[in-house]
């Protein structure tokens, strides 16, 4: 098991920053990869970034490519996603996940959930 937990989420004018942290703890070291993924009010949940966990590869949703960098500190067992130029079109619950197999593109492919973060950005 992992356990996943999602912090630094808020309330920001468009324009502005924010940083999502997600701790990791338990058997990570079976972790193939960490994601980010978002859901807005009456939307499907949707992929917003990735990265492998041992070669450090990143994916990038398209919307937020140029604009979010995703990163990962091994010792820490955390990963971070660095919110930039952030759009009222961002506010969306801001979801942590880990899966133990390639496959970072879908929400399926993912075995371990956090509890999810409210990040609101205010035009």
């Known amino acids: 098991q992992v356990q996943l937990v999602e912090s630094g989420g808020g309330l920001v004018q468009a324009g502005g920053s924010l940083r999502l942290s997600c701790a990791a703890s338990g058997r990570t070291f079976s972790t193939y990869a960490m994601g980010w993924f978002r859901q807005a009010p009456g939307k499907e949940r949707e992929f917003v970034s990735a990265?492998?966990?041992?070669?450090?590869?990143?994916y990038y949703a398209d919307s937020v490519k140029g604009r979010f960098t995703i990163s990962r500190e091994n010792a820490k067992n955390t990963v971070y996603l660095q919110m930039n130029s952030l759009k009222s079109e961002d506010t969306a619950v801001y979801y942590c996940?880990?899966?133990?197999?390639?496959?970072?593109?879908?929400?399926?492919?993912?075995?371990?959930w956090g509890q999810g973060t409210q990040v609101t950005v205010s035009s």
């Open positions: 996940a880990a899966n133990k197999r390639p496959g970072v593109l879908e929400a399926r492919t993912y075995d371990y």
């Open positions: 990265i492998t966990w041992r070669t450090g590869i990143t």
